[in-house]
């Protein structure tokens, strides 16, 4: 099982629409989790922090389940701007610091 | 907002030559790292930093490769002799404590020839 997986997509949806990415890991002692999101040859950008109880930042939502090993993030009213890659990203704490785990992203693509 | 900054953007240099990497942490931060992206692949982690002495390293990072913070502001990446499959973006990341977020430089593109 690959450490961190995601379905690479690519989600092409319409503006305004709602659109959820899922995504599992396989290292039951990882420690936090985060979305990132990745513009073409650009840097990772921090989305949003993932907890179990479920956190939203305005038209996002990201969900934990420890359980299954599952992370979901949500995105409401899609704009244009939110076309990019989203990458899930897993925090495996190792000795004194951490190291990022990412899945390969996921493909979203919003079209007018 | 204090972000992470990377030079140069982009580097070009012959197989078998020596590159460095350059960073500059966000200031209060206390975790550095560095990691890698081939074109069309994943982010890959590299090295992790922390109290003058490297954490941990991937497998990626053999004895070519080797980190260091030579002052209080900058953070390099050195590869001794590059190969051709060492192309590829390089990314320096840093974070106030381990388990917070960390935040990336804009990268490096490293193209051997």
């Known amino acids: 099982r690959k450490e961190v997986e995601q379905d690479p997509g690519p989600f092409n949806v319409p503006e305004g629409a709602t659109v959820a990415f899922n995504c599992t890991y396989s290292?039951?002692?990882?420690?936090?989790f985060f979305w990132y999101r990745q513009d073409c040859r650009k840097e990772p950008k921090l989305l949003m922090s993932?907890?179990?109880s479920g956190n939203e930042d305005g038209r996002f939502t990201a969900q934990l389940n420890r359980a299954s090993q599952y992370i979901s993030l949500l995105i409401r009213d899609s704009k244009l701007s939110d076309s990019a890659t989203y990458l899930c990203?897993?925090?495996?704490?190792?000795?004194?610091?951490?190291?990022?785990?990412f899945g390969t992203g996921t493909r979203l693509q919003v079209t007018l | 907002e204090p972000e992470v900054t990377q030079t140069p953007s982009h580097q070009v240099t012959q197989m078998g030559q020596e590159v460095i990497l350059r960073c500059v942490p966000i200031?209060?931060?206390?975790?550095f790292y560095w990691y890698r992206q081939i074109l069309g692949q994943k982010v890959e982690f590299l090295v992790s930093?922390?109290?003058?002495?490297?954490?941990?390293k991937s497998e990626i990072f053999d004895d070519q490769f080797s980190v260091e913070r030579p002052d209080g502001s900058n953070f390099t990446l050195k590869i001794r002799s590059t190969k051709l499959e060492d192309s590829a973006m390089y990314f320096c990341?840093?974070?106030?404590?381990?388990?917070?977020?960390?935040?990336f430089g804009d990268g490096t593109r490293l193209s051997i020839l």
């Open positions: 200031s209060n931060h206390l975790y």
């Open positions: 290292n039951s002692a990882s420690q936090s």
């Open positions: 990203v897993v925090n495996g704490r190792t000795g004194t610091a951490s190291k990022l785990t």
């Open positions: 930093f922390y109290n003058n002495e490297i954490s941990e």
């Open positions: 990341a840093s974070s106030v404590s381990r388990d917070q977020p960390q935040h």
């Open positions: 993932v907890y179990s």
